[in-house]
């Protein structure tokens, strides 16, 4: 089976860095995603690591470690817009890649 | 370019009645997936499909029927709806190719079964 785990909410100030972890357990493993969701939106694609290390896009960064089972997010010069929850996801090999999802963290940006 | 589109965005069922859900994918994407969301689950899966024709289970596959009769089409069916089933259903594309699992979401359909 297959099961990720992430804190269910965070909180931080507007222009501060937040970063949120994700551990997961698959397997077969290809690929970690993370997607972000506004409230009453649909999920949409931030980054994908399949190799260790750190992919940086914009203010997002995204890091994947193989060996620990571990990646996080990490979200620079946060802005009041970054209000949303972020879900991580595992491609996995099973079979089929289909992409299983975490439960998501809520991350609440203040002034 | 549409991407994804789910129809209908929402819709009141009573107990024991049935509904289909359509999903369509304008990118020429292989795999579909069918999602529900809950409040405090996160993204579950329903059913997915990896090609035209065919179909698989997910986590939560009990009291949903898929069809993936052409490849830009996924159908989610409900055959008796239950109040459990009140929920958020997301459908999604993907490529899947190992390279590239990014997956392109539906704006969602808001179920309520009462």
């Known amino acids: 089976g297959q099961s990720l785990e992430q804190p269910s909410e965070v909180t931080a100030v507007e222009g501060a860095i937040v970063q949120i972890n994700c551990t997961y357990q698959?397997?077969?493993?290809?690929?970690l995603s993370w997607y972000q969701q506004h409230d009453g939106g649909a999920p949409t694609f931030l980054s994908y690591?399949?190799?260790?290390g750190l992919e940086e896009t914009g203010r997002f960064s995204s890091f994947l470690s193989r060996s620990d089972s571990y990646g996080y997010l990490l979200l620079q010069e946060l802005q009041m817009k970054d209000s949303a929850s972020y879900f991580c996801?595992?491609?996995?090999?099973?079979?089929?890649?289909?992409?299983?999802f975490g439960t998501g963290t809520k991350l609440q940006v203040i002034p | 370019n549409a991407g994804v589109t789910q129809t209908p965005k929402f819709r009141v069922l009573k107990t024991g009645q049935s509904m289909t859900l359509l999903c369509a994918q304008d990118m020429n994407h292989e795999y579909m997936y069918w999602y529900r969301q809950d409040p405090g689950m996160g993204l579950r899966l329903i059913h997915y499909?990896?090609?035209?024709?065919?179909?698989a289970k997910g986590e939560v596959p009990d009291g949903y029927n898929v069809s993936r009769l052409k490849k830009q089409n996924f159908l989610l069916g409900l055959e008796s709806a239950a109040p459990s089933q009140t929920s958020v259903y997301f459908c999604?594309?993907?490529?899947?190719?190992?390279?590239?699992?990014?997956?392109?979401f539906g704006q969602g359909t808001r179920l309520t079964v009462v």
């Open positions: 698959t397997s077969g493993f290809y690929g």
């Open positions: 690591n399949a190799l260790d």
């Open positions: 996801a595992v491609q996995n090999s099973g079979g089929y890649q289909k992409v299983t």
């Open positions: 999604a594309s993907s490529t899947g190719r190992t390279q590239n699992t990014e997956a392109f």
């Open positions: 499909s990896v090609g035209e024709g065919t179909t």
